[in-house]
């Protein structure tokens, strides 16, 4: 709309009258509302930092500076939908998986109550024996009390976890290590490698040719990345590229970048055309964090099916045991008679 003549906020009202939620329209609406108050665009977007990532505010005050706002709104949209496309690609790859993973514990919940039932029936008066007897699993949890300790231990588990990670974004050193770690990690960290640096290439790019000082384009580039690593290295970026090193040794210096695009961006910084390398760069990384991805979420995937298969062979050999223990004890007991 903006590279057809329509005002920023008459492009903006009619975002609002065809948006697909109720969110959307309200921002759509109260943008509208701030710019013929005669506020820019960014200050605007602004207001609604929670809905809208920091990147998408930062990259559109870029193109308000330098009059390329239709061209950063249609890099950003192409960013947008990718990372869109690509959650879904994995989402819909890992769903089956762990819904079977849930399924098994859901069975071995089962198992430790229904064995606290044949315990219950065999021995009303809650004999010790019996009950250690009819334990299949061997983990001491039967009956009702045991499929609530077993899913209070599950349900504590996935707690700690999660709010664990939420408590590390605070601790930014901790998520630094956090997320460096996960680089080093042998199938994870080549994924997570190529999709940063192919948005720091698209970020460079897109800076460097709005004439944006080279601190903040630094800084916005790996902004682009997601990755809380990639940003922890902005000061040393921008250090040694003050310090007068080149582009090439600048971002070898930070570890982050592989031989290949190092090498290309030194052949761009010969001739005096990094951007327009980092530019070429960008869909081949973009690429390759496509296959590692689809790799990734079968890896992901045959894990998953990997534990679930432990569980059930594991299930079927304490089965068989506890069958032939209660086998061995009839014969006993019948040759005692």
């Not at 930070?254 to 031989?259: A, S």
Request: glycine share 8%; charged share 15%.
């Amino acid at each position: 709309m903006l590279d057809a003549g329509i005002l920023v906020s008459d492009s903006f009202a009619l975002i609002g009258e065809n948006a697909a939620t109720k969110r959307v329209r309200l921002i759509s609406n109260q943008i509208v509302t701030d710019l013929k108050k005669g506020q820019d665009l960014t200050t605007a977007m602004q207001a609604h930092s929670a809905y809208l990532p920091d990147l998408f505010i930062r990259m559109v005050s870029l193109g308000e500076q330098t009059g390329q706002l239709p061209t950063v709104l249609l890099s950003l949209a192409d960013h947008y939908e990718k990372n869109v496309r690509l959650t879904r690609e994995f989402r819909s790859e890992i769903a089956l998986p762990i819904i079977q993973f849930f399924a098994a514990l859901i069975v071995v919940g089962c198992v430790i109550w229904f064995t606290g039932m044949i315990a219950e029936i065999r021995s009303p008066q809650g004999n010790k024996k019996d009950e250690l007897s009819t334990d299949i699993l061997g983990f001491g949890m039967q009956g009702t009390s045991g499929l609530i300790l077993w899913t209070q231990g599950w349900l504590i588990l996935f707690v700690v976890l999660i709010v664990g990670y939420q408590l590390m974004k605070l601790v930014l050193p901790l998520l630094m290590i956090f997320h460096r770690m996960l680089l080093s990690l042998p199938v994870i960290g080549p994924c997570l490698q190529a999709f940063a640096v192919a948005r720091f290439s698209w970020g460079y790019y897109l800076t460097q040719n709005s004439g944006v000082p080279l601190r903040e384009a630094i800084n916005t580039s790996l902004s682009a990345t997601g990755n809380p690593y990639f940003i922890s290295k902005g000061p040393l970026l921008i250090e040694n590229l003050s310090r007068g090193r080149s582009i090439t040794e600048s971002f070898k210096k930070t570890g982050l970048f592989d031989k290949t695009f190092l090498q290309m961006v030194s052949v761009g910084e010969a001739s005096g055309t990094v951007p327009e390398a980092l530019h070429r760069l960008s869909p081949q990384f973009e690429d390759i964090a496509h296959r590692k991805l689809s790799f990734l979420t079968k890896a992901a995937a045959t894990a998953i099916w990997f534990i679930v298969a432990i569980f059930v062979v594991f299930l079927i050999f304490r089965m068989a045991a506890w069958y032939g223990t209660m086998i061995d004890q009839g014969i006993e007991g019948f040759q005692t008679m």
